[in-house]
């Protein structure tokens, strides 16, 4: 997974721009994201067709406050530069809810 401390609009969208790509926003402090960390490579591996990405909430704040990123762990799904669908908001998540939600996207 891609780590990016600070991103803006103009960032995000050159990241998203081809493909699949998942954007989880996650900061060091978060205890849900800490629980939902060890679960990460097993996710990535079961979406092996999709590009996984993660943005500091902390550091791209201007960035979470426009696109109303309240909670955290939160996932934005973009496909060749649309976002096709998120899961945000301040619950802890699970693997399980995780991959339900990026299947529901299929």
């Known amino acids: 997974m891609e780590e990016y401390k600070v991103v803006d609009r103009a960032k995000l969208a050159d990241l998203v721009k081809s493909g699949r790509t998942v954007v989880e926003f996650s900061a060091d402090w978060c205890s849900d994201c800490r629980f939902l960390e060890p679960a ?12 996984f990405i993660k943005i500091d909430r902390d550091g791209s704040i201007d960035l979470c406050k426009e696109m109303n990123i309240m909670g955290i762990p939160s996932f934005v799904v973009y ?14 998540k ?5 991959e339900a939600f990026l299947r529901s996207l299929d």
Do not use: H
């Open 40 to 51: 990460m490579p097993a996710i990535e591996a079961d979406f092996a067709d999709s590009k």
């Open 79 to 92: 496909q060749d530069g649309q976002e096709i669908g998120r899961l945000v908001n301040g619950d802890r």
């Open 94 to 98: 699970t693997k399980q809810e995780v």
